[in-house]
């Protein structure tokens, strides 16, 4: 993330200068900014899915029991886990398409499987901290009814 943000921001900083000062375009800029952009986000995301840190809403949690919310959470966890791994598939799908029809970027010629690629490895990083959060949840509640029985 912050090798992406580095140049990001040289690269915008380049363009600026270039415009306003020098006053000449930089031809293709927008592409690798919007290839870094993809590594930023996605890196970002999988970042803060680690960190715990992504956003969340769970205010009506909040109103149930312990053993309630531990449920809700074990069953968020499941949901997300699940949608996160269809996004996992269609990630690869896009690059085996992408693969198939070489597609590359008009300026550059930079072939869309780069960008692509952020997606599919944020897309799996996401997963995992999601799966084993959910494992971790799942313990979590099996341990609050363990106490609830004795």
Not at 45 to 65: C, E, P
Request: without cysteine; hydrophobic residues 55%.
């Amino acid at each position: 993330m912050l090798w992406t943000s580095i140049i990001m921001l040289s690269i915008l900083g380049t363009v600026i200068f270039a415009r306003y000062v020098l006053h000449a375009d930089v031809f293709g800029y927008d592409e690798i900014v919007l290839i870094d952009s993809f590594w930023m986000y996605f890196i970002g995301a999988s970042y803060a899915m680690y960190d715990g840190t992504h956003v969340k809403a769970d205010i009506l949690a909040r109103l149930f029991s312990t053993h309630i919310q531990a449920l809700m959470k074990v069953a968020a966890g499941i949901f997300q886990t699940g949608i996160n791994i269809i996004f996992n598939v269609f990630a690869l799908n896009m690059i085996l398409r992408s693969i198939e029809t070489q597609a590359v970027t008009s300026s550059w010629n930079i072939p869309f499987l780069f960008p692509q690629m952020s997606i599919l490895i944020g897309f799996t990083l996401m997963s995992f901290y999601l799966l084993v959060y959910t494992l971790r949840d799942i313990d979590s509640y099996l341990r609050i009814i363990g106490k609830g029985s004795k």
